[in-house]
């Protein structure tokens, strides 16, 4: 009888899961440099970090106003993250990697980031590195 280690079992479990489907509508208004470096952001952002798992749908207000309507869209560009819930919104270029990978939920969001904003500093292991008083 063969033993099966809880790492196999884990592993195994890890590449049955169902992975998430992401639904995204990007909204953009014309062909602008706006809208054009949006759509690119997005398409690699995406394609680096979601391969095979998302639905992208690129929306020209201009041209599809109807599917705006309703959608509370106020700026542009604006993508909406239907899918998998909560729902959530980005406004802007989309060149924010960080933001947009945090906001999708695909990386967890770095402690230190607010740990720098209270004290102003940042090491590699988070540890003040301020000459202390008087040296």
Not at 40 to 58: F, N, P, R, T
Not at 67 to 89: F, H, M, N, S, W
Not at 107 to 135: F, H, I, Q
Request: hydrophobic share 35%.
């Amino acid at each position: 009888m063969k033993k099966v280690s809880r790492t196999e079992d884990f592993e195994k479990a890890l590449k049955e899961a169902p992975r998430k489907k992401y639904v995204l509508r990007l909204y953009v208004a014309g062909a602008s440099r706006k809208s054009s470096e949006a759509i690119a952001h997005i398409k690699k952002i995406c394609e680096e970090h979601l391969k095979g798992l998302y639905e992208l749908q690129v929306i020209d207000i201009y041209q599809q106003p109807v599917l705006a309507k309703g959608r509370q869209i106020i700026a542009v560009p604006t993508l909406v993250k239907e899918l998998p819930v909560p729902l959530r919104r980005f406004i802007g270029s989309m060149a924010d990697e960080e933001r947009i990978l945090v906001g999708l939920d695909l990386v967890p969001k770095r402690e230190d980031l607010s740990s720098k904003a209270k004290t102003g500093v940042s090491t590699k292991e988070g540890k003040d590195e301020r000459e202390p008083k008087g040296s």
